[in-house]
Nanobody
């Protein structure tokens, strides 16, 4: 499975960005789909995920009510709508697919920079 993330860029605090992750080689509906991020000098952290069967979404506390994850099975994509962005949201964002307790497939990352 190959994942291609896009949509990152530079935005002012309070602005919005929409990240997209396209999959090839398999269908995203077969997986739990997620977004992670890694800021400079920090460990990678979970941002949001959506369940494989239930489509239930869950979020890190730091992004709850600001970010929305969604999966489009017809387009085979996963998106992350990010609103009310803060400088601390600055990071490289990665999409990931998983079946069990881990995530087996990772995208290359897309950089999000939020200026104050």
């Amino acid at each position: 499975v190959q994942l291609q993330a896009s949509g990152g860029g530079l935005v002012q605090a309070g602005g919005s960005l929409r990240l997209s992750c396209g999959a090839s080689g398999d269908t995203v509906s077969n997986y739990r789909t997620a977004w992670f991020r890694q800021a400079v000098g920090k460990e990678r952290e979970f941002v949001a995920a959506v369940g494989r069967i239930s489509n239930r979404a869950w979020y890190a506390e730091s992004v709850k009510a600001r970010f929305t994850i969604s999966r489009d099975n017809a387009k085979n994509t996963v998106t992350l709508q990010m609103n009310s962005l803060k400088p601390e949201d600055t990071a490289v964002y990665y999409c990931a697919l998983g079946m069990g307790s881990t995530y087996e497939h990772w995208g290359q990352g897309t950089l999000v920079t939020v200026s104050s």
